[in-house]
């Protein structure tokens, strides 16, 4: 690593979306021949800065240099003719297609008149393969490959089009502990050859591993590069979740024994984005259970197989002590038990109808007469849910695509709320919604909860999570990585489970 080499440099990178600042103003610099980690919490800006350099996203302000000169990427070709790839956490492949089919996407040599020419195909993906010492048959169908192999493929392919700079965006998040080993012993090998590595991870454990040195971003701004031989895990995770106290005002005493409403034991879930296994919790009567952890580490999926929409291959549920079979979110709905998605728009809401017809979705059967649906008792539960939940729209008849973030979220909590379910399961409930009507959501958790009612909370926003649960778990890599009484977390302790695990 030449340590006075500067390979790519940020100046004031900025990037907008709406009123959303994604990046403040971000400078940092990368050197050549080095591993750089980028780091920080869900909504740092991670992401979007890799975006930007690998030529998905323009910067609204900022200059971007590439070994000394300033670059304006348009499309992410712009970025490979410079030398940059980029490995996404889902591959951006073809699985119906071969090995070397797909490491020369778009690039195959041909015989001419767009013939390709298979011989040479695989010979230089055999080539390639074999530099990395990699035994996969450029041959095979990427389907019958491994994830880990998957990635593998992708950094081949990357390799293929003469990259000099290699950008990975949370490589690990769908492999085996093992399946990592074998990519960083390639990545080392890559690096010690003069290639240049930008590392964004959740995983504190990676980062010390394989890097050199690592910037951390929070809130779209960045905070610090360090060097990581000098560096800590707990610096590491001051620096991504800021070191001030944050105060949360409970609102309420926390909650007594009132017996155990929900216990789940040994949930394990296959056929889904992110694998559950052994999971095993509890939440009791009036109680604000909450299930943290990062992106990836399969909170949403455990909490879409308590009500149903995800199949259970192992563990049971109870519900008030009875055993609970649940295949549909029918049976969870007839045992008490509700849902809010976490994708309001298209996971709870048809956003062409109208408000009313929204809040009435849940239970027409009960709004209906002799098969027919009762129109006045249909828009009487409109307004009194309205009034109720303070959403404010035109009139009940109004679209529901026509009212703000705050009151589209009122109207999913009110399509459950006038069924009295015992379970509530909000999966990030106050997300893309502004301040004031977050604290109304955040008011009225509290007040179900003191009425009685049991609170599955899946939230990112660790303040949030601190705010309202009486007990946290933590998930990591669709585990339980630990459990924390709410006299005992704080942003610290939640994102240590999270990003190392127990």
């Keep these: 690593m030449n340590a006075d080499s500067i390979i790519i440099r940020f100046e004031n990178i900025t990037k907008r979306f709406g009123g959303t600042i994604a990046l403040d103003g971000v400078s940092f610099s990368v050197r050549q021949g080095e591993i750089h980690a980028v780091l920080g919490e869900n909504g740092a800006g991670k992401s979007t800065l890799m975006r930007?350099?690998?030529?998905?996203?323009?910067?609204?302000?900022?200059?971007?240099?590439?070994?000394?000169?300033?670059?304006?990427?348009?499309?992410?070709?712009?970025?490979?003719q410079v030398g940059i790839s980029t490995v996404y956490q889902e591959p951006y492949?073809?699985?119906?297609?071969t090995v070397a089919e797909n490491v020369?996407?778009?690039?195959?040599?041909?015989?001419?008149?767009?013939?390709?020419?298979?011989?040479?195909?695989?010979?230089?993906?055999?080539?390639?393969?074999?530099?990395?010492?990699?035994?996969?048959?450029?041959?095979?169908?990427?389907?019958?490959?491994?994830?880990?192999?998957?990635?593998?493929?992708?950094?081949?392919?990357?390799?293929?089009?003469?990259?000099?700079?290699?950008?990975?965006?949370?490589?690990?998040?769908?492999?085996?502990?093992?399946?990592?080993?074998?990519?960083?012993?390639?990545?080392?090998?890559?690096?010690?050859?003069?290639l240049t590595i930008i590392y964004v991870s959740h995983r504190l454990k990676e980062i010390f591993d394989l890097c050199h040195r690592a910037t951390v971003l929070r809130d779209g701004k960045f905070i610090n590069t360090v060097d990581v031989a000098s560096s800590d895990e707990d610096k590491m995770i001051g620096m991504m979740v800021g070191r001030?106290?944050?105060?949360?005002?409970?609102?309420?005493?926390?909650?007594?024994?009132?017996?155990i409403r929900l216990e789940v034991r040994g949930l394990c879930v296959s056929d889904a984005p992110v694998r559950v296994n052994n999971v095993s919790f509890h939440v009791q009567k009036?109680?604000?259970?909450?299930?943290?952890?990062?992106?990836?580490?399969?909170?949403?999926?455990?909490?879409?197989?308590?009500?149903?929409?995800?199949?259970?291959?192992?563990?049971?549920?109870?519900?008030?002590?009875?055993?609970?079979?649940?295949?549909?979110?029918?049976?969870?709905?007839?045992?008490?038990?509700?849902?809010?998605?976490?994708d309001r728009k298209d996971e709870g809401l048809i956003s062409i109808q109208s408000l009313k017809h929204n809040i009435s979705l849940t239970g027409?059967?009960?709004?209906?007469?002799?098969?027919?649906?009762?129109?006045?008792?249909?828009?009487?539960?409109?307004?009194?849910?309205?009034?109720?939940?303070?959403i404010k729209a035109s009139s009940e008849e109004a679209e529901v695509a026509t009212l703000s973030g705050g009151n589209q979220q009122k109207v999913v909590l009110a399509k459950w709320l006038w069924l009295k379910p015992s379970i509530l399961i909000l999966?990030?409930?106050?997300?893309?919604?502004?301040?004031?009507?977050?604290?109304?959501?955040?008011?009225?958790?509290?007040?179900?909860?003191?009425?009685?009612?049991?609170?599955?909370?899946?939230?990112?926003?660790?303040?949030?999570?601190?705010?309202?649960?009486?007990?946290?778990?933590?998930?990591?890599?669709?585990?339980?990585?630990?459990?924390?009484?709410?006299?005992?977390?704080s942003q610290e302790a939640i994102m240590k489970l999270a990003a190392l695990g127990n």
């Design 104 to 194: 020369f996407l778009g690039r195959e040599p041909s015989h001419g008149l767009g013939i390709v020419d298979f011989a040479s195909l695989n010979s230089q993906t055999r080539e390639i393969l074999s530099r990395l010492e990699l035994s996969i048959n450029p041959t095979t169908r990427l389907l019958e490959l491994s994830p880990a192999e998957v990635q593998l493929v992708q950094i081949a392919r990357a390799l293929a089009s003469s990259s000099n700079i290699l950008i990975l965006d949370e490589p690990t998040a769908s492999i085996t502990e093992h399946e990592s080993d074998i990519l960083f012993g390639l990545l080392k090998k890559l690096n010690a050859g003069g």
């Design 93 to 97: 492949l073809a699985p119906h297609m």
């Design 286 to 342: 009036g109680e604000i259970v909450a299930l943290a952890g990062l992106v990836g580490s399969g909170r949403s999926e455990v909490a879409k197989a308590v009500f149903g929409l995800n199949r259970i291959d192992a563990g049971s549920i109870e519900v008030d002590g009875k055993p609970a079979r649940i295949r549909h979110s029918r049976d969870a709905i007839r045992l008490g038990i509700a849902f809010v998605p976490e």
């Design 52 to 80: 930007i350099l690998s030529g998905v996203l323009p910067k609204d302000d900022g200059r971007l240099l590439v070994a000394g000169e300033e670059k304006h990427f348009r499309t992410p070709i712009d970025a490979q």
């Design 364 to 390: 027409l059967r009960l709004l209906s007469r002799f098969g027919f649906l009762q129109g006045s008792a249909e828009t009487d539960l409109a307004r009194s849910s309205s009034a109720q939940l303070s």
């Design 244 to 259: 001030e106290i944050v105060h949360h005002e409970r609102g309420r005493e926390k909650a007594r024994g009132g017996g």
């Design 427 to 489: 999966d990030e409930p106050t997300r893309g919604i502004d301040v004031g009507a977050k604290a109304e959501i955040h008011t009225l958790i509290r007040n179900l909860a003191a009425e009685g009612m049991s609170v599955l909370l899946v939230s990112s926003e660790l303040p949030e999570v601190l705010a309202l649960a009486d007990r946290i778990y933590v998930m990591r890599d669709g585990t339980i990585a630990g459990e924390l009484q709410w006299s005992q977390a």
